[in-house]
Every structure is written in C-alpha cells, then in structure tokens.
C-alpha cells in the first residue's frame, strides 16, 4: 500500500468523502465509473490492507462458498466435537486401578 499526503487540490474531496458519512464517492468518465472514494476516518491500517489483499479476498470468498453449499459447521457444533474429543481422550490416558 502507498501513502501519500492529500494535496490542496484534492481537499474538497476529502470534504465530500466525509460529508458522505456511508456513501462511496463515484468518479465517472463518460457515463462510466473510473474511482471511487470513500472516507476512512474509522478505518484502520490492517483492515483496510485485508479488504483489498487478493488473497485474503480469495480466502474469504471459498470460505462463503462452502457455507452456501453446505459444508461448514456452526460454532455450537465444533465445541460439542471438540468436548466430546477431549472426553475420549481422558478416558484413555487416564490411570487404571
């Protein structure tokens, strides 16, 4: 990522990202969008960089495939595995008498 200082001439912008609040500023070339630009005021560093990482987005999107098809498992349910797992594994090492 590459940091730079605003310059004067693109101060107003900065004002209407942020008068905005929640809205994206789009900048169009004949009727087509060519930037947009948004307020980051509330946005940390690292955030921003993993919103925009083609990796991580990568990640992401995988990751919502395979809940819409059905191949997740809820929070609740990998606890319950998990317990159960450590049960087992107790019972096992645990000294006879």
Excluded: C, Y
């Amino acid at each position: 990522m590459k940091v730079l200082e605003l310059p004067r001439e693109l101060e107003a912008f900065l004002k209407a990202a942020e008068a905005s609040k929640e809205d994206t500023l789009l900048f169009t070339e004949k009727k087509r969008p060519v930037a947009a630009l948004v307020s980051l005021r509330n946005v940390d560093r690292e955030s921003l960089a993993l919103s925009t990482h083609s990796g991580f987005l990568k990640i992401i999107e995988a990751s919502r495939r395979e809940i819409r098809e059905g191949k997740s498992i809820s929070l609740e349910n990998l606890e319950a595995k998990h317990q159960q797992a450590s049960r087992r594994k107790r019972k096992r090492s645990s000294p006879r008498r």
